[in-house]
C-alpha cells in the first residue's frame, strides 16, 4: 500500500512539472494573460489514473510552481485563484472516471471520445468559472465602463474555448494510443 501511494505522489510530481512546462508553451494573446495551453492534460491524465484528490493535488502544485516560476501576479489572492484553485478544480474530472475506464478497458472508441469530451468540458467549465471569478474581483478596472461579468466571461472564454477544444482532441489521442497512462492495472 505504501508502495503505491509513494508512486502516485511521484506521478503527481511529474505531472505537475510536465503540466508547468506546457503552461510556459502557451500561445498567449491576451491582453492581460492566458491563451491557449495544454496544461489541463496532466492534471487530467493523473486525476483519470488516481482520483479526485490526486487530480486537486496535481492542479495545486502546478499553481504553486507558476508562481514560484514568476507567472505575473496583479493580486495576492489571484494566487489563490487563477493559479492554484483553477488548476486544482481539473482534477474533478475524475467524477466521471468510471466511464472512461470503462470504455478503456472495453477498447470502445467511440465511448471513451465522448465520455472524455463530457468530463474534459466540465473541468475546463470548473477551471473557466475560477477564471472568471477571478476576473470580477482583480480584473474589473480593465472592463471601461462595460459590465465587468460580462467582460470576464468574454475576456475568459476566449482562450478557454479553444484550449478545451485541443485538450479534447489531445487526450482522446493519447489515451486511445496509449491507455495504460491512466489505467494502473496496466501500468
Request: aromatic share 12%; net charge positive.
Amino acid at each position: 500500500m505504501e508502495k503505491r501511494k509513494l508512486r502516485m505522489w511521484i506521478e503527481i510530481a511529474l505531472f505537475a512539472g510536465i503540466g508547468v512546462i506546457f503552461n510556459m508553451m502557451s500561445i498567449n494573446f491576451m491582453p492581460q494573460g492566458g491563451g491557449i495551453s495544454l496544461q489541463m492534460i496532466p492534471i487530467l491524465l493523473i486525476a483519470i489514473r488516481w482520483g479526485v484528490i490526486a487530480g486537486f493535488s496535481t492542479g495545486l502544485l502546478m499553481g504553486f510552481i507558476d508562481i514560484a516560476t514568476g507567472v505575473p501576479v496583479y493580486h495576492w489572492a489571484q494566487v489563490l485563484l487563477d493559479h492554484c484553485l483553477a488548476n486544482a478544480v481539473v482534477g474533478f474530472v475524475a467524477l466521471l472516471n468510471k466511464p472512461i475506464h470503462h470504455a478503456l478497458n472495453n477498447s470502445h472508441k467511440r465511448k471513451l471520445t465522448l465520455s472524455l469530451t463530457a468530463a474534459i468540458s466540465m473541468a475546463g467549465f470548473f477551471k473557466f468559472f475560477v477564471h472568471v471569478i477571478s476576473g470580477v474581483i482583480f480584473f474589473y478596472m480593465f472592463a471601461d465602463g462595460q459590465n465587468v461579468w460580462l467582460y470576464s466571461i468574454i475576456y475568459n472564454a476566449t482562450p478557454m474555448v479553444p484550449t478545451i477544444g485541443v485538450t479534447i482532441v489531445c487526450t482522446t489521442l493519447l489515451l486511445t494510443s496509449s491507455p495504460k497512462l491512466v489505467l494502473p492495472k496496466l501500468a
